[in-house]
């Protein structure tokens, strides 16, 4: 990776986060925590776009749009959230994910704000971009180390504290532009398949999806390996890696 030149780095929790004694933080959570230092990490660049390594780009538009709106709107941050008309959990369960986020708003900041936010729509952290300049960046840093530094309930809460920080500043703030479901599907939640070689929403106008986004792969993969769903179908791994990726557990 560095001989294509790529900057490869080590984020030191402990550096940039207070984390309280006793508090359970589990290895790949780093990759969750460090989000809001990226300029810190990799200085020197104007645009930051963050893609969770369970993703894949189907059109170049998609970060062509989050790019270029981060450097139009500096004091926001362009985000999907999960909201779309394919994705069936409005259909079969309109409330389940407003019990989740009654969950994650309460764990990190009481019941108040709880209830407060557990009916607005989750904006998935697995795909943005911010320029530089954005305050987003020191808040959202202020505000995952607030989280952490008085000790939380539960692992699951723990799990998605810096995306229920992010979705805070956003909604109380404002300073969010709302990006189609197309630029970041969460499949687990949708219906994506492959028609005539391409991933589509798999409900007419059967709308290509530019960003791929294997959400919830410990749980799916299997099924999305067998739908065609990776990239390239996965022609590109060997019989030993697909097996490997099968076995993939939940955090």
């Not at 359970?24 to 230092?37: K, V």
């Not at 994705?87 to 079969?92: A, G, N, P, R, V």
């Amino acid at each position: 990776m560095r001989r294509q030149g790529v900057t490869i780095t080590t984020f030191d929790r402990k550096s940039f986060l207070p984390i309280k004694s006793g508090s359970t933080i589990r290895q790949y959570q780093n990759a969750q925590l460090c989000r809001p230092f990226l300029p810190a990490l990799f200085p020197g660049h104007e645009i930051y776009l963050w893609c969770d390594s369970d993703l894949w780009i189907q059109h170049t538009e998609s970060i062509e749009l989050y790019c270029n709106l981060a450097n139009d709107y500096r004091n926001k941050i362009p985000i999907a959230p999960l909201v779309d008309s394919s994705y069936k959990f409005h259909y079969e369960d309109g409330k389940e994910f407003m019990r989740y986020a009654k969950i994650w708003f309460a764990g990190c900041y009481g019941a108040v704000m709880g209830q407060t936010y557990c009916d607005k729509a989750i904006l998935s952290s697995g795909m943005f971009a911010l320029h530089r300049d954005n305050p987003l960046w020191k808040l959202w840093g202020k505000e995952i180390g607030h989280i952490f530094s008085k000790g939380l309930s539960s692992h699951d809460i723990a799990h998605l504290a810096e995306q229920t920080a992010l979705s805070y500043l956003a909604y109380s703030t404002g300073a969010f532009i709302p990006i189609e479901a197309i630029h970041n599907y969460n499949c687990h939640v949708g219906c994506a398949a492959r028609r005539n070689g391409r991933v589509v929403i798999d409900i007419p106008p059967y709308r290509e999806i530019g960003v791929v986004h294997l959400t919830y792969s410990s749980k799916r993969m299997s099924e999305y390996i067998k739908s065609g769903l990776l990239y390239q179908m996965g022609n590109y791994l060997a019989a030993s890696e697909i097996a490997s990726l099968s076995l993939v557990t939940h955090y």
